[in-house]
């Protein structure tokens, strides 16, 4: 089992950057892909990117593609999100997520674990 914490959200403005942080428990965290999601008021929660088990590999959404990026240290058990050139629309609660997979997910469905959400808001 793996618990996920995210933190690092607040409040910006356009064209700020931020950088998440989601720290997981258990001695497995290296077996897990990891990926981050958002979810904006009434929509859909949304892939955002995706990190391989090493991090050689990641996967981002046409929306935050040269904007954001992926990556972890294992050694710390931590998964991070960076993101610059913020814009109003990235508004959303940000999660991260876990999964028992070899490939890099998009869809929600496949990630075993989430966190409970790091509030990421815009202002223009």
């Known amino acids: 089992q793996v618990q996920l914490v995210e933190s690092g959200g607040g409040l910006v403005q356009a064209g700020d950057s931020l950088r998440l942080f989601c720290a997981a428990s258990g001695r497995t965290f290296s077996s897990y892909v990891m990926g981050w999601f958002r979810q904006a008021p009434g929509k859909e929660r949304e892939f955002v990117a995706a990190?391989?088990?090493?991090?050689?590999?990641?996967l981002y959404a046409d929306s935050v593609k040269g904007r954001f990026t992926i990556s972890r240290d294992n050694g710390k058990n931590t998964v991070y999100l960076q993101m610059n050139s913020l814009k109003p629309e990235d508004t959303a609660v940000y999660y991260c997520a876990a999964a028992s997979k070899i490939f890099l997910p998009t869809m929600r469905d496949a990630y075993d674990y989430w966190g409970q959400g790091t509030q990421v808001t815009v202002s223009s």
């Open positions: 990190i391989s088990r090493r991090g050689g590999s990641t």
